[in-house]
T-cell receptor
Framework: DAKTTQPNSMESNEEEPVHLPCNHS???????IHWYRQLPSQGPEYVIH???SNVNNRMASLAIAEDRKSSTLILHRATLRDAAVYYC????????????FGTGTRLTVIP | DAGVTQSPTHLIKTRGQHVTLRCSPI?????VSWYQQVLGQGPQFIFQ???????GRGNFPDRFSARQFPNYSSELNVNALLLGDSALYLC???????????????FGPGTRLTVT
């Protein structure tokens, strides 16, 4: 699976938007971009995924660069509950269902 | 609907012992995956089972084994425990596997294993 690169940590003020970047320069044409997050003392939680077009759901938005070599997870209004480690993961369309987690970005939300 | 459940939540074992961890997937989910998460790191893939067959294996020694039952629940077994096996073991379920790359995984709370 292709590798992703994320900043180790980021901070955001509560109720402000947060943009979490991810670089994936070796992405293949059929790789989906998935985001998961892990709150303290919990298992990872699915956030959003996309292939080429930007995606929105109730949790977040995913902006995908035109060349697909990078993407950004957008939390529109950070809350204290959004403090977590966010993982950007590439998933191929075939084969096993496994996820390859990196070290992710630890998001701190400041009240 | 109940989420993914795992048992036990915590356990302490001694080096050389054997351990069995259990996972019940979300109703209707046929795929179960196991991950190991060492403190400070992201989860590492161990196994995936779909329809009772192994569909994927990560880079773990043969001391690690797993199986999936007809009701889609799963067990992870670790033999000859080492200190380095101390970790959070996560189970994840999904509806399907393979083609599409789109099936999100739902994780349980994990089993915290401490080897002394």
């Amino acid at each position: 699976d292709a590798k992703t690169t994320q900043p180790n940590s980021m901070e955001s003020n509560e109720e402000e938007p947060v943009h979490l970047p991810c670089n994936h320069s070796t992405i293949s044409g059929t790789d989906y971009i998935h985001w998961y997050r892990q709150l303290p003392s919990q298992g990872p939680e699915y956030v959003i995924h996309g292939l080429t077009s930007n995606v929105n759901n109730r949790m977040a938005s995913l902006a995908i660069a035109e060349d697909r070599k990078s993407s950004t997870l957008i939390l529109h209004r950070a809350t204290l509950r959004d403090a977590a480690v966010y993982y950007c993961i590439l998933r191929g369309q075939t084969g096993a269902n496994n996820l390859f987690f990196g070290t992710g970005t630890r998001l701190t939300v400041i009240p | 609907d109940a989420g993914v459940t795992q048992s036990p939540t915590h356990l302490i074992k001694t080096r050389g012992q054997h351990v069995t961890l259990r996972c019940s997937p979300i109703s209707g989910h046929k795929s179960v995956s196991w991950y190991q998460q060492v403190l400070g790191q992201g989860p590492q893939f161990i196994f995936q089972y779909y329809e009772k067959e192994e569909r994927g294996r990560g880079n773990f020694p043969d001391r690690f084994s797993a199986r999936q039952f007809p009701n889609y629940s799963s067990e992870l077994n670790v033999n000859a425990l080492l200190l380095g096996d101390s970790a959070l073991y996560l189970c994840a379920s999904s509806r399907r596997t393979g083609v599409g790359g789109t099936y999100e995984q739902y994780f349980g709370p994990g089993t915290r294993l401490t080897v002394t």
